[in-house]
């Protein structure tokens, strides 16, 4: 065959090689959008919480949260490759969502639910780990700032008046989900734009 | 002078390369993704397919996701050896044409 195989059609073969196993690698999940709904859930819940003073203000909030994250990410993912890398992370955040959602729901039950701190702490020092993980997996320098924000947050809300601790929660919650998840959904939309030109 | 090795013929059709390629480097790929990736026709993409697939390059698997079809393609252990196999003649080659 290669009698008839010209360099530059080898060469053009080697080209097509290295551009496909790009493009399936890349990225092509996009995620930015679970951030700024857990972000709104979470202040929906401690609104609710603080002014309701309802019980079921959290596990309503978490589980609708969840169905409405099931069912958009199948619709989403459906349409796209699964990969490796994409696997490890998402195991990573469903590990969280069902450690958070039995140890809460377990201390709920049993009444032992009852210091703001050690919950607020508990919540921040997870989502550091898991954003951690994330921003260390995906070489994510803006993630991983999110996760030193976590871990800032487990630290500071042991200390200071129920007060104190609330806002300094409230503004973590801002900045690593709503911020970073809009933050995450402009540079999603920048790069699908940035692929349209490229291939034009 | 040693020998230039063959090129496998199932590998190196360009539709058939691509799309091994894609394959490589995802665990799983959905045939409109494919489609949208090489910009080949539904009959050509389908064609190639069958062909990797003859060859035992990719496996095929049928399922429903919320009661619409899908068909999900995944390379097998044979087909990335294939793939290795082919990229390797291709730099023996590609060293071989720079020296003479």
């Given at each position: 065959m290669q009698d008839h195989t010209t360099e530059q059609e080898l060469r053009d073969r080697l080209s097509?090689?290295?551009s496909m196993i790009a493009e399936g690698r890349r990225h092509t999940e996009s995620w930015g959008w679970t951030f700024v709904l857990w972000g709104f859930s979470y202040y929906i819940a401690?609104?609710?919480s603080t002014w309701g003073h309802s019980a079921w203000a959290w596990p309503t909030t978490v589980l609708i949260s969840i169905i409405v994250t099931i069912i958009v990410a199948s619709v989403k993912a459906s349409h796209h490759p699964g990969t490796t890398l994409g696997r490890a992370i998402g195991s990573i955040w469903i590990?969280?969502?069902i450690s958070m959602s039995l140890l809460f729901l377990a201390l709920g039950l049993s009444g032992r639910l009852t210091d703001q701190h050690l919950f607020m702490a508990v919540i921040s020092a997870l989502l550091g780990m898991v954003n951690g993980a994330s921003g260390l997996l995906l070489r994510w320098k803006v993630q991983f700032a999110c996760a030193v924000v976590w871990w800032v947050t487990a630290a500071a809300t042991c200390f200071g008046t129920d007060s104190q601790s609330t806002i300094v929660f409230l503004a973590a919650i801002f900045i690593c989900q709503i911020a970073f998840g809009i933050y995450g959904m402009t540079a999603e939309v920048y790069e699908r734009r940035r692929r349209v030109q490229l291939n034009a | 002078m040693p020998d230039l090795p063959e090129l496998n013929p199932v590998v190196h059709g360009r539709l058939r390369l691509a799309l091994l390629s894609l394959l490589s480097g995802?665990?799983?790929?959905?045939?409109?993704?494919l489609r949208s990736k090489t910009e080949a026709t539904d009959g050509n993409l389908g064609a190639q397919l069958l062909k990797l697939e003859e060859a035992g390059y990719v496996?095929?698997?049928k399922k429903f996701v919320l009661r619409k079809p899908q068909t999900l393609y995944r390379i097998t252990t044979t087909g990335r050896q294939a793939l290795t196999a082919y990229v390797q003649a291709l730099k023996q080659l590609l060293g071989h044409a720079i020296d003479t």
């Open positions: 097509l090689i290295e401690i609104a609710w590990s969280l969502g | 995802v665990e799983e790929a959905e045939f409109t993704w496996v095929v698997k």
